[in-house]
């Protein structure tokens, strides 16, 4: 297998959340500006929406299957319901006190979920203080009210529905995993939850707290298993020099099956995960400290299909629906202003997967 890139475009910042058609042909960017572009890959053309989540960062955003609606989240706490035909804004809702890490939205287009939640330090360890408003809130994709709410010790930074839309997980700063039956209802106690110390670490030097976490999670598309993604451990928080890492579950039983072999991870952080629409493999990107890719695709075995560095942070990646081509999204380093202009620092890439004959 191999990717070859056909696309590479500028936005004006970075691109933190990232919606797309199924085709690929359109792609809604959510951004460091708090703005909400709608763009085109192919020739990467731009319009901002009337509304977005400025002058706060715009963190996420859903496309409702089979409809003109777009939700995104932000910084602010807000879940905002978009008019993609007019780009205006026709539903708002405060779901957070504190930012919305990440949101996802269940294959069926009902359901919404986001997560949130602050580190503050709750002892000599600096281990993280309970949440002080539910952590994982879903809400009805169309009307925005709440369907449940569920705890986990926050921050948790990121969700994933499985394909039937039933479940609901969530990871957080301190690797620990939680996977709840949405029809049990608000407060109900996950059905499996684990913890993998893989993804945090405690910082030795410079600062000296916890960091890392499970930046981003996937169901295979059968339902049977779970990827997550983040950096294994470094005494450095922020050097960003951790191990490159992804593991994958059987979330029933709340073991790991597989993760990254050595010899095949450079240092750095993993922030997007998104399943081939086979079932068959899995793409992991990110941000590349040192090594040789920062975006590659593996087997479901585990197994190394290939690998690129994109020369950019990566903080989502999406197959298009009939598996021809790789999205990604994210920024390059922000330079200072030149003549009072910031220099655009957002990216959108495209890739086109090429099988290997024989």
């Known amino acids: 297998m191999k990717l070859t890139r056909a696309f590479n475009h500028t936005l004006p910042t970075g691109v933190l959340g990232m919606a797309m058609t199924p085709d690929g042909s359109r792609a809604y960017c959510a951004c460091a500006d708090g703005i909400i572009y709608e763009f085109f890959p192919e020739d990467g053309r731009m ?24 939700v995104t989240a932000g910084y602010d706490g807000r879940l905002v319901w978009h008019d993609t035909a007019t780009r205006r804004q026709n539903q708002d809702r405060q779901a957070h006190a504190f930012w919305s890490w990440q949101m996802a939205v269940s294959k069926d287009g009902t359901r919404l979920a986001s997560v949130t939640g602050q580190y503050l330090p709750n002892g000599w360890k600096y281990e993280p203080a309970a949440e002080t408003e539910p952590s994982v809130r879903v809400v009805d994709a169309r009307t925005g009210k709440d369907i449940a709410t569920f705890s986990h010790l926050p921050p948790v930074q990121s969700c994933a529905f499985s394909p039937d839309g039933r479940y609901l997980a969530a990871a957080n700063l301190m690797g620990e995993v939680r996977v709840w039956d949405i029809e049990a209802g608000s407060g109900s106690a996950p059905m499996a939850k684990w913890i993998s110390p893989d993804f945090t670490s405690w910082g030795t030097t410079k600062s000296h707290h916890y960091s890392g976490g499970i930046f981003a999670l996937a169901f295979s598309p059968d339902g049977a298993a779970l990827v997550g993604c983040g950096m294994g451990p470094t005494g450095d928080p922020m050097g960003g020099n951790g191990k490159t890492l992804w593991q994958r579950w059987d979330w029933r039983k709340g073991e790991r099956i597989d993760q990254i072999k050595d010899g095949q991870h450079g240092t750095g952080l993993m922030e997007a995960i998104d399943w081939h629409p086979d079932g068959q493999r899995f793409v992991v990107a990110g941000r590349l400290a040192q090594g040789t890719w920062n975006t590659a695709i593996f087997g479901a075995d585990g197994s190394l299909l290939t690998s690129i560095d994109c020369q950019m942070r990566t903080t989502r990646a999406r197959f298009t629906a009939d598996g021809s081509s790789l999205v990604l999204a994210g920024c390059n380093s922000q330079h200072p202003r030149k003549n009072g202009i910031w220099p655009a620092w957002g990216r959108v890439q495209v890739y086109r997967l090429e099988e290997k004959a024989g």
């Open 47 to 70: 319009e901002p929406f009337e509304s977005g989540h400025a002058p706060s960062y715009a963190t996420g955003a859903v496309l409702l299957p089979g409809s003109d609606t777009l």
